[in-house]
Protein backbone atom coordinates (compact mmCIF):
# COMPACT_ATOMS: atom_id res chain seq x y z
CA UNK A 1 0.00 0.00 0.00
CA UNK A 2 1.10 3.54 -0.61
CA UNK A 3 1.83 5.95 2.18
CA UNK A 4 2.67 9.39 2.25
CA UNK A 5 4.32 12.54 3.78
CA UNK A 6 3.41 15.60 4.39
CA UNK A 7 6.27 16.87 2.77
CA UNK A 8 5.02 15.19 -0.71
CA UNK A 9 6.78 12.25 -0.78
CA UNK A 10 5.30 8.50 -1.47
CA UNK A 11 6.05 5.54 -0.16
CA UNK A 12 6.21 2.07 -1.97
CA UNK A 13 7.03 -0.85 0.24
CA UNK A 14 7.84 -4.47 -1.09
CA UNK A 15 10.38 -7.19 0.83
CA UNK A 16 11.35 -5.04 3.17
CA UNK A 17 12.37 -2.32 0.98
CA UNK A 18 10.78 0.91 0.51
CA UNK A 19 11.00 2.81 -2.58
CA UNK A 20 10.45 6.47 -2.35
CA UNK A 21 9.16 9.49 -4.84
CA UNK A 22 7.76 12.61 -5.01
CA UNK A 23 4.02 13.03 -5.92
CA UNK A 24 2.39 14.35 -8.80
CA UNK A 25 1.15 17.21 -6.92
CA UNK A 26 4.69 18.36 -5.79
CA UNK A 27 5.99 17.77 -9.34
CA UNK A 28 3.07 20.19 -10.46
CA UNK A 29 4.33 22.96 -7.31
CA UNK A 30 7.86 22.46 -8.36
CA UNK A 31 7.45 22.74 -12.48
CA UNK A 32 9.66 21.24 -14.88
CA UNK A 33 12.62 19.64 -13.27
CA UNK A 34 16.21 20.46 -14.49
CA UNK A 35 18.60 19.33 -12.02
CA UNK A 36 18.49 16.32 -9.34
CA UNK A 37 21.04 15.23 -7.06
CA UNK A 38 20.68 11.84 -5.43
CA UNK A 39 22.30 10.35 -2.05
CA UNK A 40 25.21 7.73 -1.74
CA UNK A 41 23.96 4.42 -2.06
CA UNK A 42 24.69 3.32 1.84
CA UNK A 43 23.78 6.82 3.20
CA UNK A 44 21.92 6.51 6.46
CA UNK A 45 19.19 9.25 7.25
CA UNK A 46 17.20 10.14 10.03
CA UNK A 47 13.68 11.01 9.43
CA UNK A 48 13.43 14.57 7.93
CA UNK A 49 17.13 15.33 6.80
CA UNK A 50 17.53 16.46 3.49
CA UNK A 51 18.15 13.09 1.19
CA UNK A 52 17.93 14.83 -1.98
CA UNK A 53 17.67 18.05 -4.14
CA UNK A 54 15.33 19.10 -7.25
CA UNK A 55 15.84 22.14 -9.19
CA UNK A 56 13.21 23.51 -11.56
CA UNK A 57 14.30 26.69 -14.03
CA UNK A 58 13.56 29.01 -11.13
CA UNK A 59 14.40 27.10 -7.53
CA UNK A 60 16.18 24.42 -5.83
CA UNK A 61 14.23 21.90 -2.98
CA UNK A 62 15.02 19.58 -0.95
CA UNK A 63 13.49 16.13 -0.53
CA UNK A 64 13.44 14.47 2.86
CA UNK A 65 14.14 10.94 4.04
CA UNK A 66 10.59 10.08 4.97
CA UNK A 67 11.51 7.72 7.89
CA UNK A 68 14.47 6.71 9.54
CA UNK A 69 16.68 4.00 6.96
CA UNK A 70 19.59 3.11 4.76
CA UNK A 71 19.69 3.95 1.45
CA UNK A 72 20.19 0.70 -0.93
CA UNK A 73 19.56 2.00 -4.67
CA UNK A 74 19.02 4.86 -6.39
CA UNK A 75 17.19 5.95 -9.76
CA UNK A 76 20.35 7.00 -11.82
CA UNK A 77 17.87 7.81 -14.87
CA UNK A 78 15.97 10.71 -13.62
CA UNK A 79 19.76 12.21 -12.89
CA UNK A 80 20.35 11.52 -16.44
CA UNK A 81 16.78 12.97 -17.34
CA UNK A 82 15.31 14.99 -14.75
CA UNK A 83 11.95 15.26 -16.61
CA UNK A 84 10.91 11.71 -15.73
CA UNK A 85 10.00 12.95 -12.27
CA UNK A 86 7.83 15.47 -14.29
CA UNK A 87 6.07 12.42 -16.97
CA UNK A 88 5.99 9.60 -14.04
CA UNK A 89 6.15 10.81 -11.05
CA UNK A 90 5.00 7.77 -9.13
CA UNK A 91 6.56 5.23 -11.75
CA UNK A 92 9.62 5.67 -13.74
CA UNK A 93 10.08 8.95 -11.40
CA UNK A 94 11.17 7.35 -8.03
CA UNK A 95 14.14 8.48 -6.28
CA UNK A 96 15.35 6.08 -4.01
CA UNK A 97 15.29 2.58 -2.69
CA UNK A 98 15.47 2.66 1.43
CA UNK A 99 15.86 -0.29 4.28
CA UNK A 100 13.81 1.33 6.94
CA UNK A 101 15.19 1.05 10.49
CA UNK A 102 11.98 0.04 11.83
CA UNK A 103 9.67 -0.97 9.54
CA UNK A 104 6.27 -0.16 11.80
CA UNK A 105 7.02 3.07 11.41
CA UNK A 106 5.30 3.29 8.28
CA UNK A 107 1.78 3.12 10.12
CA UNK A 108 2.77 6.33 11.26
CA UNK A 109 2.30 7.81 7.58
CA UNK A 110 -0.57 9.14 5.87
CA UNK A 111 -2.53 6.89 3.58
CA UNK A 112 -3.81 8.10 0.04
CA UNK A 113 -7.05 9.73 1.07
CA UNK A 114 -5.54 11.50 3.97
CA UNK A 115 -2.44 12.75 2.05
CA UNK A 116 -5.22 13.98 -0.74
CA UNK A 117 -7.33 15.39 1.42
CA UNK A 118 -4.39 17.26 3.54
CA UNK A 119 -3.98 19.16 -0.36
CA UNK A 120 -7.06 21.16 -0.17
CA UNK B 1 -4.83 31.68 -6.95
CA UNK B 2 -5.70 34.77 -6.84
CA UNK B 3 -4.16 38.15 -5.97
CA UNK B 4 -3.95 39.03 -2.76
CA UNK B 5 -5.88 42.40 -1.17
CA UNK B 6 -3.38 44.22 -0.03
CA UNK B 7 -1.19 43.72 -3.53
CA UNK B 8 -1.38 46.41 -6.56
CA UNK B 9 -2.80 44.89 -9.43
CA UNK B 10 -2.03 45.87 -13.22
CA UNK B 11 -4.79 46.58 -15.81
CA UNK B 12 -4.31 43.24 -16.90
CA UNK B 13 -4.05 41.15 -13.38
CA UNK B 14 -8.05 40.16 -14.32
CA UNK B 15 -6.61 38.68 -17.50
CA UNK B 16 -3.60 36.65 -16.56
CA UNK B 17 -6.19 34.77 -13.57
CA UNK B 18 -8.56 34.31 -16.58
CA UNK B 19 -5.49 32.38 -18.48
CA UNK B 20 -4.33 30.41 -15.62
CA UNK B 21 -1.68 32.82 -14.21
CA UNK B 22 -0.10 31.52 -11.07
CA UNK B 23 0.40 35.32 -9.60
CA UNK B 24 2.83 36.15 -6.93
CA UNK B 25 3.99 39.31 -4.65
CA UNK B 26 6.30 41.27 -6.63
CA UNK B 27 7.60 44.48 -6.02
CA UNK B 28 4.21 45.51 -4.41
CA UNK B 29 2.57 44.09 -7.52
CA UNK B 30 0.47 40.27 -8.11
CA UNK B 31 2.18 39.80 -11.06
CA UNK B 32 2.05 36.04 -12.62
CA UNK B 33 5.19 34.00 -12.27
CA UNK B 34 4.09 31.42 -14.88
CA UNK B 35 1.33 30.33 -16.89
CA UNK B 36 -0.06 26.76 -17.33
CA UNK B 37 2.74 25.94 -20.32
CA UNK B 38 5.55 26.38 -17.07
CA UNK B 39 8.74 28.12 -17.18
CA UNK B 40 10.92 26.02 -19.51
CA UNK B 41 7.79 25.87 -21.99
CA UNK B 42 7.08 29.86 -21.79
CA UNK B 43 11.04 30.25 -22.15
CA UNK B 44 11.36 27.94 -25.02
CA UNK B 45 8.70 29.89 -26.75
CA UNK B 46 9.43 33.15 -26.41
CA UNK B 47 12.72 32.56 -28.11
CA UNK B 48 11.08 30.20 -30.96
CA UNK B 49 7.66 32.62 -31.63
CA UNK B 50 6.53 35.49 -29.48
CA UNK B 51 6.30 35.31 -26.03
CA UNK B 52 3.68 38.21 -24.04
CA UNK B 53 4.76 39.93 -20.88
CA UNK B 54 3.08 42.09 -18.64
CA UNK B 55 5.39 44.81 -17.48
CA UNK B 56 2.75 47.65 -16.34
CA UNK B 57 4.34 47.48 -12.62
CA UNK B 58 7.42 49.89 -14.20
CA UNK B 59 7.24 53.01 -13.72
CA UNK B 60 6.31 55.28 -16.81
CA UNK B 61 7.97 59.14 -16.39
CA UNK B 62 7.88 62.36 -18.19
CA UNK B 63 10.60 64.92 -18.41
CA UNK B 64 9.04 68.25 -19.56
CA UNK B 65 11.76 71.12 -19.33
CA UNK B 66 9.70 74.26 -18.21
CA UNK B 67 11.29 76.24 -20.59
CA UNK B 68 9.68 73.30 -23.05
CA UNK B 69 12.87 73.12 -24.63
CA UNK B 70 14.07 69.43 -25.37
CA UNK B 71 17.58 70.38 -24.81
CA UNK B 72 16.74 71.67 -21.30
CA UNK B 73 15.55 68.37 -20.02
CA UNK B 74 18.62 66.71 -21.74
CA UNK B 75 20.65 68.66 -19.81
CA UNK B 76 18.86 68.36 -16.83
CA UNK B 77 18.51 64.67 -16.93
CA UNK B 78 22.49 64.80 -17.69
CA UNK B 79 22.86 65.68 -14.01
CA UNK B 80 21.63 62.46 -12.67
CA UNK B 81 22.88 59.94 -15.18
CA UNK B 82 26.43 59.25 -16.77
CA UNK B 83 24.82 58.79 -20.15
CA UNK B 84 24.48 61.21 -23.51
CA UNK B 85 20.93 62.27 -23.61
CA UNK B 86 21.57 66.01 -25.33
CA UNK B 87 22.54 63.82 -28.06
CA UNK B 88 19.27 61.05 -28.51
CA UNK B 89 17.93 61.74 -31.29
CA UNK B 90 13.89 62.18 -31.77
CA UNK B 91 12.49 58.67 -31.38
CA UNK B 92 15.56 56.63 -29.96
CA UNK B 93 15.77 55.26 -26.97
CA UNK B 94 18.65 54.20 -24.74
CA UNK B 95 19.90 52.48 -21.84
CA UNK B 96 20.73 55.18 -18.45
CA UNK B 97 21.89 54.52 -15.12
CA UNK B 98 21.23 56.77 -11.86
CA UNK B 99 24.30 56.77 -10.01
CA UNK B 100 25.10 57.63 -6.00
CA UNK B 101 27.42 60.37 -4.83
CA UNK B 102 29.50 56.99 -3.85
CA UNK B 103 29.32 55.71 -7.92
CA UNK B 104 26.89 53.31 -7.13
CA UNK B 105 23.74 52.20 -9.00
CA UNK B 106 20.62 53.31 -7.55
CA UNK B 107 18.76 52.28 -10.95
CA UNK B 108 18.71 51.52 -14.41
CA UNK B 109 15.94 52.56 -16.62
CA UNK B 110 15.32 53.22 -20.57
CA UNK B 111 15.10 57.14 -21.64
CA UNK B 112 13.60 58.03 -24.95
CA UNK B 113 13.46 61.42 -26.69
CA UNK B 114 10.06 61.97 -27.55
CA UNK B 115 10.34 65.69 -29.57
CA UNK B 116 9.43 68.16 -26.46
CA UNK B 117 10.57 65.38 -24.00
CA UNK B 118 11.77 62.54 -21.82
CA UNK B 119 10.02 59.45 -21.77
CA UNK B 120 11.52 57.08 -18.69
CA UNK B 121 10.99 53.76 -18.13
CA UNK B 122 11.89 52.57 -14.41
CA UNK B 123 11.88 49.51 -12.40
CA UNK B 124 9.37 48.66 -10.27
CA UNK B 125 10.66 48.63 -7.13
CA UNK B 126 12.43 51.27 -7.25
CA UNK B 127 9.90 53.88 -9.05
CA UNK B 128 9.19 55.82 -5.98
CA UNK B 129 12.56 56.80 -5.10
CA UNK B 130 13.42 57.33 -8.73
CA UNK B 131 10.64 59.88 -9.10
CA UNK B 132 11.53 61.67 -5.82
CA UNK B 133 14.98 61.91 -6.70
CA UNK B 134 14.22 63.46 -10.28
CA UNK B 135 11.71 65.48 -8.26
CA UNK B 136 13.91 66.29 -5.81
CA UNK B 137 16.93 67.16 -8.12
CA UNK B 138 15.32 68.99 -11.34
CA UNK B 139 12.13 70.11 -10.12
CA UNK B 140 13.84 73.80 -10.62
CA UNK B 141 13.65 73.20 -14.78
CA UNK B 142 11.12 70.86 -15.48
CA UNK B 143 8.08 69.06 -14.77
CA UNK B 144 8.85 65.23 -13.73
CA UNK B 145 5.15 62.98 -13.98
CA UNK B 146 4.56 59.49 -13.54
CA UNK B 147 1.64 58.40 -16.24
CA UNK B 148 -0.32 56.26 -13.90
CA UNK B 149 -3.07 56.02 -16.25
CA UNK B 150 -0.71 53.46 -18.97
CA UNK B 151 -0.02 50.45 -19.62
CA UNK B 152 3.11 49.04 -20.40
CA UNK B 153 2.99 45.30 -22.47
CA UNK B 154 6.51 43.54 -23.76
CA UNK B 155 6.06 41.36 -26.96
CA UNK B 156 9.31 39.41 -27.58
CA UNK B 157 10.45 36.49 -29.83
CA UNK B 158 10.92 36.52 -33.28
CA UNK B 159 7.37 36.29 -34.45
CA UNK B 160 6.60 39.44 -32.40
CA UNK B 161 6.81 42.05 -35.84
CA UNK B 162 4.54 39.88 -37.60
CA UNK B 163 2.20 39.74 -34.43
CA UNK B 164 2.01 43.45 -33.71
CA UNK B 165 2.61 44.23 -37.51
CA UNK B 166 -1.07 42.79 -38.06
CA UNK B 167 -2.14 45.44 -35.71
CA UNK B 168 0.05 48.44 -36.87
CA UNK B 169 2.19 47.60 -40.05
CA UNK B 170 4.61 50.78 -39.60
CA UNK B 171 5.99 48.56 -36.41
CA UNK B 172 7.93 46.41 -39.33
CA UNK B 173 10.25 49.38 -40.14
CA UNK B 174 11.41 50.26 -36.59
CA UNK B 175 14.73 49.49 -35.98
CA UNK B 176 16.07 48.32 -32.52
CA UNK B 177 15.45 51.17 -29.88
CA UNK B 178 13.22 53.42 -32.18
CA UNK B 179 10.44 54.60 -30.04
CA UNK B 180 7.64 55.92 -31.91
CA UNK B 181 4.05 57.18 -31.54
CA UNK B 182 1.87 54.14 -33.11
CA UNK B 183 -2.11 54.08 -32.71
CA UNK B 184 -3.14 50.30 -32.22
CA UNK B 185 -7.00 49.53 -32.34
CA UNK B 186 -7.40 53.15 -32.03
CA UNK B 187 -5.53 53.80 -29.23
CA UNK B 188 -2.78 56.60 -28.64
CA UNK B 189 0.47 53.81 -28.09
CA UNK B 190 4.04 54.48 -27.98
CA UNK B 191 6.31 51.81 -29.43
CA UNK B 192 9.92 50.54 -28.61
CA UNK B 193 11.51 48.09 -30.70
CA UNK B 194 13.21 46.72 -27.67
CA UNK B 195 12.84 44.70 -24.38
CA UNK B 196 14.88 42.27 -22.01
CA UNK B 197 14.95 38.84 -23.12
CA UNK B 198 17.91 39.17 -25.77
CA UNK B 199 15.24 38.73 -28.05
CA UNK B 200 13.85 41.00 -31.41
CA UNK B 201 10.51 42.54 -29.76
CA UNK B 202 8.64 45.95 -28.78
CA UNK B 203 7.39 47.76 -25.93
CA UNK B 204 4.10 48.40 -25.91
CA UNK B 205 2.95 51.83 -24.01
CA UNK B 206 -1.01 51.66 -23.87
CA UNK B 207 -3.43 53.39 -22.58
CA UNK B 208 -4.41 51.66 -19.41
CA UNK B 209 -8.29 50.82 -20.74
CA UNK B 210 -7.33 49.72 -23.91
CA UNK B 211 -4.57 47.30 -22.54
CA UNK B 212 -6.68 43.87 -22.26
CA UNK B 213 -8.05 45.00 -25.95
CA UNK B 214 -4.59 44.46 -27.23
CA UNK B 215 -3.38 41.80 -25.18
CA UNK B 216 -6.51 39.77 -26.18
CA UNK B 217 -5.68 40.90 -29.83
CA UNK B 218 -1.80 39.67 -29.50
CA UNK B 219 -2.14 36.46 -27.74
CA UNK B 220 -5.43 36.06 -30.12
CA UNK B 221 -2.17 35.03 -32.51
CA UNK B 222 -1.33 31.34 -32.07
CA UNK B 223 2.23 32.36 -32.21
CA UNK B 224 1.97 34.70 -28.98
CA UNK B 225 1.47 32.98 -25.73
CA UNK B 226 1.55 34.92 -22.18
CA UNK B 227 4.74 34.19 -20.12
CA UNK B 228 5.20 35.02 -16.90
CA UNK B 229 8.00 36.77 -14.26
CA UNK B 230 9.76 32.86 -14.10
CA UNK B 231 10.77 33.01 -17.85
CA UNK B 232 11.35 36.54 -17.93
CA UNK B 233 13.90 35.61 -15.86
CA UNK B 234 15.65 32.90 -17.32
CA UNK B 235 15.47 34.65 -20.78
CA UNK B 236 17.27 37.96 -19.14
CA UNK B 237 19.86 36.03 -17.57
CA UNK B 238 21.12 33.63 -20.87
CA UNK B 239 20.89 37.72 -22.63
CA UNK B 240 23.60 38.50 -19.74
CA UNK B 241 20.89 41.74 -18.74
CA UNK B 242 21.48 43.03 -15.25
CA UNK B 243 18.41 42.51 -12.75
CA UNK B 244 18.65 45.46 -10.49
CA UNK B 245 18.83 44.59 -7.07
CA UNK B 246 20.32 41.38 -8.05
CA UNK B 247 23.41 41.54 -10.16
CA UNK B 248 23.80 45.71 -10.12
CA UNK B 249 22.75 47.85 -6.50
CA UNK B 250 24.13 50.95 -4.68
CA UNK B 251 27.13 48.78 -4.02
CA UNK B 252 28.29 47.83 -7.66
CA UNK B 253 29.49 50.71 -9.85
CA UNK B 254 28.95 50.75 -13.38
CA UNK B 255 32.67 49.83 -14.34
CA UNK B 256 32.29 46.66 -11.46
CA UNK B 257 29.29 46.10 -13.38
CA UNK B 258 30.76 46.12 -17.15
CA UNK B 259 28.22 49.09 -18.17
CA UNK B 260 30.63 50.97 -19.04
CA UNK B 261 28.79 50.77 -22.90
CA UNK B 262 25.90 52.68 -21.20
CA UNK B 263 28.21 55.72 -20.51
CA UNK B 264 29.05 57.17 -23.83
CA UNK B 265 32.52 59.07 -24.95
CA UNK B 266 31.13 62.57 -24.10
CA UNK B 267 30.49 61.72 -21.00
CA UNK B 268 33.89 60.32 -20.40
CA UNK B 269 37.14 62.28 -19.46
CA UNK B 270 37.93 64.36 -22.19
CA UNK B 271 34.46 64.37 -23.61
CA UNK B 272 32.66 67.72 -24.43
CA UNK B 273 30.39 66.52 -21.30
CA UNK B 274 32.59 64.81 -19.14
CA UNK B 275 31.52 64.28 -15.83
CA UNK B 276 28.65 66.40 -13.70
CA UNK B 277 26.98 63.47 -12.69
CA UNK B 278 26.89 61.98 -8.86
CA UNK B 279 29.77 59.42 -8.56
CA UNK B 280 31.59 61.39 -11.81
CA UNK B 281 35.14 61.31 -9.57
CA UNK B 282 34.74 57.04 -8.66
CA UNK B 283 33.54 56.56 -12.10
CA UNK B 284 35.59 58.26 -14.24
CA UNK B 285 38.65 57.43 -12.17
CA UNK B 286 37.47 53.45 -12.22
CA UNK B 287 37.21 53.90 -16.47
CA UNK B 288 41.32 54.38 -16.26
CA UNK B 289 42.18 51.86 -13.09
CA UNK B 290 39.17 49.25 -13.44
CA UNK B 291 37.15 48.19 -10.82
CA UNK B 292 38.79 45.52 -8.19
CA UNK B 293 35.75 42.96 -9.05
CA UNK B 294 33.97 42.96 -12.02
CA UNK B 295 30.60 41.48 -13.39
CA UNK B 296 31.25 38.20 -15.35
CA UNK B 297 29.40 35.28 -17.46
CA UNK B 298 29.33 32.19 -14.89
CA UNK B 299 28.91 28.82 -16.53
CA UNK B 300 28.85 25.79 -14.11
CA UNK B 301 30.86 22.58 -15.80
CA UNK B 302 28.54 20.12 -13.75
CA UNK B 303 24.46 20.22 -14.50
CA UNK B 304 23.86 21.48 -11.08
CA UNK B 305 22.18 25.45 -11.16
CA UNK B 306 24.70 27.69 -8.82
CA UNK B 307 22.10 30.05 -7.78
CA UNK B 308 22.29 33.88 -6.57
CA UNK B 309 24.10 34.03 -3.33
CA UNK B 310 26.92 31.29 -3.85
CA UNK B 311 30.17 32.16 -2.98
CA UNK B 312 33.30 31.94 -5.41
CA UNK B 313 36.53 30.66 -4.80
CA UNK B 314 39.36 30.89 -6.47
CA UNK B 315 39.98 27.07 -5.66
CA UNK B 316 38.61 23.89 -4.32
CA UNK B 317 40.18 24.43 -0.49
CA UNK B 318 40.46 28.50 -0.58
CA UNK B 319 39.37 29.92 2.43
CA UNK B 320 37.89 33.42 1.37
CA UNK B 321 35.77 33.96 -1.17
CA UNK B 322 36.62 36.15 -4.38
CA UNK B 323 33.24 37.16 -5.53
CA UNK B 324 29.43 35.69 -5.29
CA UNK B 325 26.98 35.19 -7.69
CA UNK B 326 24.24 37.17 -8.44
CA UNK B 327 22.04 35.49 -10.67
CA UNK B 328 21.68 31.88 -11.36
CA UNK B 329 19.59 28.98 -12.71
CA UNK B 330 19.42 26.67 -15.83
CA UNK B 331 19.37 28.25 -19.16
CA UNK B 332 16.78 26.66 -20.93
CA UNK B 333 18.07 27.52 -24.52
CA UNK B 334 21.52 26.86 -23.40
CA UNK B 335 20.56 23.31 -22.06
CA UNK B 336 23.03 24.32 -19.49
CA UNK B 337 22.98 25.82 -15.58
CA UNK B 338 23.83 29.14 -16.14
CA UNK B 339 25.22 32.33 -14.05
CA UNK B 340 26.51 35.80 -13.26
CA UNK B 341 28.50 37.59 -10.80
CA UNK B 342 31.38 39.40 -9.76
CA UNK B 343 34.79 37.93 -9.41
CA UNK B 344 38.47 39.86 -8.28
CA UNK B 345 39.54 41.66 -11.57
CA UNK B 346 42.02 39.37 -11.91
CA UNK B 347 40.21 36.49 -12.49
CA UNK B 348 37.62 38.40 -14.73
CA UNK B 349 38.99 36.32 -18.10
CA UNK B 350 36.81 34.50 -19.80
CA UNK B 351 38.41 30.83 -19.26
CA UNK B 352 39.29 31.26 -15.91
CA UNK B 353 37.86 28.21 -13.66
CA UNK B 354 36.67 29.66 -10.03
CA UNK B 355 34.75 27.36 -7.86
CA UNK B 356 31.08 27.88 -6.51
CA UNK B 357 29.80 26.66 -3.00
CA UNK B 358 26.95 24.85 -3.43
CA UNK B 359 25.46 23.24 -0.67
CA UNK B 360 28.66 22.92 0.82
CA UNK B 361 30.67 21.17 -1.79
CA UNK B 362 32.89 23.24 -4.29
CA UNK B 363 31.96 23.03 -8.03
CA UNK B 364 33.77 23.42 -10.59
CA UNK B 365 32.81 26.77 -12.77
CA UNK B 366 34.11 28.38 -15.92
CA UNK B 367 34.10 32.48 -16.29
CA UNK B 368 32.52 32.66 -19.18
CA UNK B 369 31.83 35.59 -21.81
CA UNK B 370 28.51 37.01 -22.00
CA UNK B 371 25.86 37.06 -23.47
CA UNK B 372 25.36 33.41 -23.18
CA UNK B 373 22.31 33.72 -25.94
CA UNK B 374 23.50 36.12 -28.79
CA UNK B 375 20.79 38.53 -29.31
CA UNK B 376 18.28 39.29 -32.48
CA UNK B 377 17.72 42.67 -32.33
CA UNK B 378 16.85 44.19 -35.90
CA UNK B 379 19.54 47.21 -35.78
CA UNK B 380 19.03 47.61 -39.59
Given at each position: ???????????????????????????????????????????????????????????????????????????????????????????????????????????????????????? | ??????????????????????????????????????????????????????????????????????????????????????????????????????????????????????????????????????????????????????????????????????????????????????????????????????????????????????????????????????????????????????????????IAAALT??????????GDRAGG???????????????????????????????????????????????EVTSGG???????????????????????????????????????????????????
Amino acid sequence: MLKFTEDHEWLSTEDGITTVGITAHATEQLGDLVFVELPETGAKFSKGDAAAVVESVKAASDVYAPLDGEIVEVNDAITADPSIVNSDPRGAGWFFKMKLNNPDDLTELLDEAAYTASLD
Amino acid sequence: MTATDDLLKTPLTDLHVERGGKLVAFAGYSMPVQFPDGVLKEHLHTRAQAGLFDVSHMGQVTLRARSGRFEDAALALERLVPVDILGLKQGRQRYALFTSPDGGILDDLMVANRGDHLFLVVNAACKAADIAHLKANLSDDCVVEELTDRALIALQGPAAESALAALAPEVAAMKFMDLHPVEILGADCFVSRSGYTGEDGYEISVPADRAVELAESLLANEAVRPIGLGARDSLRLEAGLCLYGNDIGPDTTPIAAALTWAIQKVRRSGGDRAGGFPGADVILTEFETGAPRRRVGLSPEGRAPVRAGALLYASEAAADPIGEVTSGGFGPTVEAPVAMGYVAADMAEPGVTVHADVRGKRLPVRVAALPFVSPRYKRG
